[in-house]
């Protein structure tokens, strides 16, 4: 991952929420919470006002809606842009719903990709905005929690935005890996207090980096209660060649 530096152009402030976000924040938080009754403490830890990342451990891919819907303010996160792109009626229904949950289109990946991701979310927080993140990368397929990736650090510490660590349970019982409907369970969603990762140094330094996402994945590990893995969520490179540049150089992904 590489870090801006000062002569990087100033990126250009998020846009504003719109009818259909309102709209579909406004039909959906009251029936989820409804019908998912879901158990959520520490709201008051997350800052009404100004930049803040919630950092979270990811089970299924319903996260993406139980954190907006739950968290006191708009949160905004990052999408697979495929999301935003399709065409005809689906491609609409799309579009128009992850828009209305406040998302974000970007192209996933490593490299130029995962800069270009990071970078998303430094124009939503430099906007004064709540951006939701995944120190893990991916959802945990075994319900582990799995080492953080150093993006979340640089975000913070570029941006100076407090961090919340997000602990959710149950969240995989909703949505497992490969179903194609939700299902009514009930979840928990705590919030812990915000962490101050400046005292770990410049955005610039690894070490700095590397002690500030330890410490947020602390955080998000005292919420969830998850066994810890070890190690990072990927699959193992394949291949000679692939094995030996991943030694020489590791990949930090978004």
């Known amino acids: 991952m590489t870090a801006g530096t000062e002569s990087d152009p100033i990126p250009e402030r998020a846009k504003r929420p719109g009818f259909v976000y309102f709209l579909g924040y406004g039909i959906m938080a009251p029936i989820a919470r409804l ?9 008051e830890n997350i800052p ?3 930049r803040v990342i919630l950092a979270s451990n990811h089970l299924s891919f319903i996260d993406s809606l139980v954190i907006p819907l739950t968290a006191p303010r708009r949160v905004q996160f ?33 490299g130029q990709a ?3 991701a990071l970078d998303a979310g430094r124009v939503i927080l430099e906007s004064d905005s709540a951006f939701a993140i995944y120190p893990e990368g991916t959802r945990s397929l075994d319900g582990r ?8 650090a640089w975000l913070a510490l570029t941006t100076g935005a407090r961090v919340v660590p997000v602990g959710l349970i149950g969240t995989q019982e909703i949505q497992p890996v490969g179903a194609k409907f939700p299902r009514i369970r009930r979840v928990t969603v705590a919030f812990g207090e915000p962490i101050d990762v400046s005292v770990h140094g ?17 955080g998000i590990h005292a919420l969830s209660g998850q066994e810890l893995a070890g190690i990072y ?16 150089f590791p990949r930090e992904r978004f």
């Open 78 to 110: 990052l999408a697979k842009s495929t999301y935003f792109t399709g065409t005809g009626i689906k491609g609409w229904i799309s579009r128009t719903f992850f828009t209305s949950i406040g998302a974000v289109g970007v192209e996933r990946g490593a």
């Open 202 to 218: 410049s955005p610039d330094s690894g070490k700095a980096r590397r002690l500030a996402t330890d410490e947020i994945m602390s």
């Open 114 to 116: 995962a800069q270009d």
């Open 48 to 50: 009404k006002t100004g």
């Open 35 to 43: 019908v998912f009754r879901p158990h959520i403490t520490g709201r």
């Open 145 to 152: 929690l799995y080492r953080g990736r150093t993006g979340v």
């Open 233 to 248: 969520n990927e699959a193992p490179p394949t291949g000679t060649l692939q094995k030996f540049a991943d030694k020489v």
